[in-house]
């Protein structure tokens, strides 16, 4: 081999990069301990989806967008006024070339180490965690580099990872502290929340050459405590005047069941006697036109109060029971003209069978049948 043809295997004439991996965000082309030579007319290919920066003696000079290049001084124009090339060069020069990567790095994920402290107008402090997703690309070679990936020969997404997801929680956590939305809207307004955290992260990754090209809140959590109060308070709205009357009648079984652990028939009565109540609350609730009709109507006057009795039961105070459910007692043998019972304004505790306002409960009942035999 001539001396010719030498000097001619130690200069590089094709520059490029033919990327395989998945994870490779920068890569330095190589250059034979460092003297390779890179000569004139020299072509450089730039791939889609990549970027070619060019640095002398650790200074950024001229950076190329995808396409196929005759390197000369007319497209070198900064490498061109830090070498002295006035009037074009004829001989090979040293220069580092790094290949950068701009396609999309999809599906990193992000999550909260530690619960985000926020504050509601109705809950007070809340504790949540959230995840999620998002993706990023290089949008500027040169601040990358400048930035982030500094001479690293071969720059790869791991190294990245961990920066990025601690200024993803960083900002996340901040803009759920100070935007304005209730608690209740954070677990059913993702998208929402998910673009507002988009556009104030890519603030930040603009400064090191990248952009965020989706970001994701997958989901948001918080105490179960919490989470059943925002579920009881979106029934209530969601069903007005009708879940405040469904609760009543929740709250009116629940006290029955309650009621009735002193005794089955007592309970029974009870029941009952709640059971009629219920009853006329659902007819009104489902009932349009009567709804409608008493709306119409001037407001009548506050009924009377309806009387209610306490029943001395093996020496203790029960009650106090309103008429039906003294009728339900009658019923379930819990009840008879003997039983003691008091009300407001008696003197002090009677047998039922003389007090006026229950004989007519004794008298609807049939008499005991008659002996057998």
Do not use: C
């Not at 407001?299 to 009650?319: C, E, I, K, R």
């Not at 047998?351 to 004989?359: D, I, K, M, N």
């Amino acid at each position: 081999m001539g001396l010719f043809d030498f000097v001619k295997g130690e200069l590089i004439d094709i520059i490029e990069w033919v990327d395989s991996s998945n994870d490779t965000i920068m890569w330095k082309f190589p250059r034979k301990n460092n003297d390779h030579e890179i000569k004139n007319n020299a072509k450089l290919t730039v791939r889609e989806s990549q970027q070619a920066v060019f640095l002398n003696e650790g200074t950024i000079a001229d950076v190329f967008k995808p396409g196929m290049y005759t390197l000369q001084t007319q497209n070198m124009p900064i490498l061109a006024t830090l070498k002295g090339w006035k009037y074009g060069f004829d001989s090979p020069f040293k220069a580092d070339v790094y290949f950068v990567s701009t396609k999309q790095f999809i599906d990193q994920k992000w999550g909260t180490k530690n619960p985000i402290t926020v504050s509601d107008p109705r809950f007070g402090m809340v504790e949540l965690r959230a995840f999620g997703n998002f993706a990023y690309r290089v949008t500027d070679a040169g601040l990358f580099l400048k930035e982030i990936a500094g001479t690293d020969v071969n720059y790869t997404t791991d190294e990245l990872e961990n920066q990025l997801k601690t200024k993803v929680m960083r900002k996340f956590t901040d803009l759920a502290a100070s935007s304005n939305l209730t608690i209740d809207k954070f677990a059913s307004n993702l998208d929402e929340l998910s673009d507002m955290a988009k556009e104030n992260l890519n603030a930040y990754f603009l400064t090191l050459g990248l952009s965020i090209t989706d970001f994701n809140v997958e989901n948001v959590s918080m105490p179960e405590d919490i989470k059943k109060e925002i579920f009881a308070y979106s029934r209530m709205n969601a069903q007005g005047d009708n879940w405040t009357k469904m609760n009543a009648m929740n709250v009116m079984n629940t006290a029955a069941q309650n009621e009735g652990m002193g005794g089955a028939g007592m309970g029974m009565g009870v029941g009952m006697g709640m059971g009629n109540m219920m009853g006329n609350m659902m007819g009104n609730m489902f009932n349009p036109n009567q709804q409608n009709q008493q709306t119409g109507m001037n407001t009548p006057p506050p009924p009377p109060p309806l009387s209610s009795y306490f029943v001395a039961v093996n020496g203790q105070q029960t009650g106090p029971f309103n008429m039906q459910q003294l009728q339900g007692m009658i019923a379930g043998g819990q009840f008879n003209p003997n039983s003691q019972v008091w009300k407001q304004g008696m003197a002090a505790w009677s047998a039922a069978s003389a007090v006026p306002e229950l004989q007519a409960l004794f008298g609807a009942m049939p008499p005991p049948p008659p002996p057998v035999g």
